[in-house]
């Protein structure tokens, strides 16, 4: 899976009307940039199972100049198995995470997803990448996302699910279970297994 080609023009487009309605004063170069953001969001709502207005709606709360979004994925090992919750959401598995926050670095908001959503305290030790999404076979997601794989050492805590997960669990890399495509794909949790076997490497990134 690749990412589609219309998600790729409505990210630019809606980009290059976040930027231009920032940046323009003109009231025609105003209404030439409204009118590329309500494009960009025709494309999304006829590609996708999203409402053309609730997409607009979303694209007027990005404001200022526009860049991807930061999201966050704890790396954590037991016994050579690494830790995963099940997502309330889906269902489904993925490495502890979300989006980071403003006023809080990643090393300190990698943690506070860890224990929020499994249970267990950890220690950050090491950005293992940073992956473009839309370089990688995610589902198709819009606003674009940059995800930061972060190295982290269990130091306390027991299994204890969330308002946000179902379950905690470890897994080894051939027993992984259905895994929530929107926050990690198998390639990436299978390539951290292989990162952490060599923790003193480079970070990679796009």
């Known amino acids: 899976m690749?990412?589609?080609?219309w998600l790729t023009w409505a990210t630019q487009l809606q980009a290059i009307a976040q930027n231009g309605l920032y940046f323009s004063k003109n009231e025609f170069d105003i209404e030439r940039f409204e009118e590329?953001?309500?494009i960009a969001a025709d494309i999304i709502a006829?590609?996708?199972?999203h409402d053309i207005n609730k997409t607009k709606d979303l694209?007027?709360?990005?404001?200022?100049?526009?860049?991807?979004?930061?999201?966050v994925r704890g790396v954590a090992f037991r016994d050579e198995k690494i830790l995963l919750v099940k997502e309330t959401q889906d269902g489904l598995w993925s490495l502890p995470g979300g989006w980071a926050d403003a006023g809080e670095s990643l090393r300190r908001g990698v943690e506070?997803?860890?224990?929020?959503?499994?249970g267990?305290?950890?220690?950050?030790?090491?950005l293992l990448a940073v992956y473009d999404k839309l370089k990688h076979p995610y589902p198709s997601h819009w606003p674009h996302t940059y995800i930061a794989f972060i190295l982290c050492e269990i130091t306390g805590g027991t299994a204890r699910p969330s308002i946000e997960t179902t379950d905690v669990g470890f897994f080894?890399?051939?027993?992984?279970?259905?895994?929530?495509?929107p926050r990690n794909?198998?390639?990436h949790v299978v390539r951290m297994f292989e990162l952490c076997k060599n923790p003193a490497g480079p970070t990679e990134f796009d």
Request: hydrophobic share 25%.
């Open 2 to 5: 690749s990412t589609p080609q």
């Open 36 to 38: 590329i953001k309500h």
């Open 46 to 49: 006829q590609h996708s199972h």
């Open 59 to 71: 694209f007027t709360l990005e404001y200022g100049y526009a860049t991807p979004k930061i999201g």
């Open 112 to 118: 506070k997803e860890i224990e929020q959503e499994s």
């Open 120 to 126: 267990f305290t950890a220690k950050a030790t090491k």
């Open 172 to 181: 080894g890399v051939d027993e992984l279970p259905g895994l929530s495509l």
């Open 185 to 187: 794909i198998t390639e």
